[in-house]
């Protein structure tokens, strides 16, 4: 039970595919050719990553806790078999960790990263069937803001030719965009001829520059999808 509590998405999103393959309407269907092919497809999507923990240069340390990520992606079915899509993910994760000192004296710290990461996936269907296996590889790149400062606050004016003159005051902060590449596995159900359910599980690795080596983040993912 506090499995099932501590990593919900996996489980439920498999006990609604049994439910949907159980069902003697889908069962009867299931076997039959899929209607894939030359179709665009747009999903949503929910994101489950584990917690990581990550070394970089100079000693300091971070450990990003587990959290969920949304998203939606665009994809085109060139026939039964291959896809491709474009998702476009996000979230905030919270962390803690160590950071080193000009004197090599230690300090603790905790905070909230933003996160955001565009990816292009190709997709095999192994199966031209309305079930499938399915595999993918993926690259694209991840946007790290990490809401520390990064200098005094600025504020910026402008005349608005509806509000007059307006001033904005924002806060700078350290951010980057690293290179990502992943790969997953999973399992495809068209529904219906507009709609259709897809359950994987994949790695992701981010390439942090500063990173002592290349983390890998563990996904589980569950998509709600339309084609048209």
């Not at 000693?59 to 998203?71: D, P, S, V």
């Not at 690293?178 to 399992?187: K, L, R, V």
């Not at 068209?190 to 994987?200: I, P, Q």
Request: aromatic share 20%; hydrophobic share 40%; net charge negative.
């Amino acid at each position: 039970m506090n499995l099932f509590l501590k990593k919900p998405l996996p489980y439920l999103s498999t006990y609604l595919l049994l439910v949907c393959f159980l069902s003697p309407a889908f069962a009867a269907d299931i076997m039959s050719l899929s209607d894939r092919k030359d179709r665009w497809e747009v999903t949503f999507q929910t994101n489950y990553l584990e917690s990581k923990d990550i070394e970089f240069d100079g000693g300091a340390q971070a450990k990003l806790n587990e959290e969920w990520m949304f998203g939606f992606g665009v994809g085109y079915n060139f026939d039964e078999h291959w896809a491709l899509d474009f998702d476009l993910n996000w979230n905030d994760v919270g962390y803690s960790g160590t950071r080193v000192l000009d004197d090599n004296s230690t300090e603790q710290v905790s905070g909230t990263l933003f996160t955001n990461s565009m990816m292009f996936t190709g997709i095999y269907h192994f199966s031209a069937k309305r079930f499938t296996p399915f595999v993918g590889a993926s690259a694209g790149w991840t946007f790290v803001d990490s809401n520390i400062a990064s200098g005094p606050p600025e504020t910026v004016c402008w005349y608005d030719p509806f509000w007059g003159y307006i001033c904005n005051t924002f806060q700078p902060t350290f951010t980057t965009t690293e290179f990502t590449y992943g790969a997953s596995a999973g399992f495809r159900f068209d529904v219906k001829d507009n709609l259709f359910l897809r359950l994987s599980a994949g790695k992701k690795w981010i390439d942090f520059s500063r990173a002592n080596s290349t983390p890998s983040f563990t996904s589980f993912r569950f998509d709600i999808g339309l084609m048209f």
